[in-house]
């Protein structure tokens, strides 16, 4: 079995369906109640004993790598106010993980910005985390797709089940249900209609892949979009060794559109510990 100790994000994309809030500042530092969206992810990726942090930028990124490094100047600050609860806070933020950047220079696709990392991976296993999508669950998303891989040494990809009438805007997995219960995937389909759906068990942005998937990627064509798709290669993956299939469990939101994005802010902020009950009246009032 590989080693299993590093994580990609993906965090090149524009962010246009934010914008004007995304013009100056992106999208994946945009706040879920106290924190940003990528920190989600990264500190679920660190619970699931992911060591090293990939993260795939492009231009005006420059405020996720500000974020992730110490801050010297603040910190000092915080202290001499006497402020330890906000140093602790952004000292760990600080100092949680060891993060690499790398830059997609051209918006290629998906599966062009996975590929992007290949020279940090080399013949180990690895992890991919879309922020976009943010799960919670006392048990993240990253460590249920890596106790299946501890179990097989193979490749898992996170799955939700979606309304029929919704599979046009997800990759949507064909399966099969193997004796011991895991899901074994046997093909994928970006985005079908309704009625040729294979299944309606949707990819969610959270995977773990062999080091196959990476010169598989190398080998797969521009699809639709003119853009080098990730599902293709793992639907070519799945044709090689076993790919299996995780159905996730937790709080989902698709952080990546305005409509996700107020859903988590105002059901993780009525659940937050701090700001939950201020919250609650500020909406029976309004209501």
């Known amino acids: 079995m590989k080693p299993l100790n590093k994580i990609i994000f993906p965090a090149a994309g524009l962010g ?3 914008l004007p809030a995304t013009k100056a500042s ?15 992810g ?17 231009r005006g990124k420059r405020a996720i790598e500000d974020h992730f490094d110490i801050s010297a100047e603040l910190e000092n600050s915080l202290k001499k106010a006497g402020k330890s609860e906000l140093y602790n806070e952004v000292s760990r933020v600080a100092r949680m993980a060891e993060v690499i950047y790398v830059r997609q220079k051209e918006p290629l696709g998906l599966g062009h910005a996975v590929l992007c990392a290949q020279h940090w991976i080399g013949d180990e ?4 985390s879309l922020a976009d999508e943010l799960i919670i669950h006392e048990n993240p998303a990253m460590q249920q797709l890596r106790e299946v891989y ?9 799955l939700t089940q979606v309304p029929a009438d919704q599979v046009y805007r997800y990759g949507i997995v064909e399966f099969q249900t193997e004796a011991n219960g895991l ?18 068990m949707a990819i969610v942005g959270r995977y773990i892949f062999t080091p196959r998937l990476m010169e598989l990627l190398k080998e797969v064509k521009p699809g639709k979009g003119n853009e080098i798709q990730l599902t293709d290669a793992i639907s070519a993956l799945a044709k090689e060794e076993p790919v299996y299939g995780v159905q996730l469990d937790g709080q989902r939101f698709d952080a990546g559109n305005p409509e996700g994005f107020l859903q ?3 059901i993780l902020g009525l659940q937050h510990p701090q700001y939950g009950e201020a919250l609650r009246k500020i909406l029976k009032e309004q209501l």
């Open 26 to 40: 992106p999208k994946e530092m945009l706040t879920i109640v106290d924190k940003p969206l990528i920190q989600y």
């Open 183 to 200: 899901m074994r995937l046997t093909d994928m389909v970006e985005k079908p209609a309704p009625d040729v759906a294979p299944s309606n």
């Open 16 to 18: 246009t369906r934010f």
């Open 42 to 58: 990264v500190e679920e990726a660190l619970a699931a004993e992911m060591e090293q942090i990939i993260m795939i930028t492009g």
């Open 264 to 266: 988590a802010n105002t």
């Open 150 to 158: 501890n179990q097989t040494g193979c490749s898992v990809i996170g």
């Open 125 to 128: 296993a690895f992890g991919v």
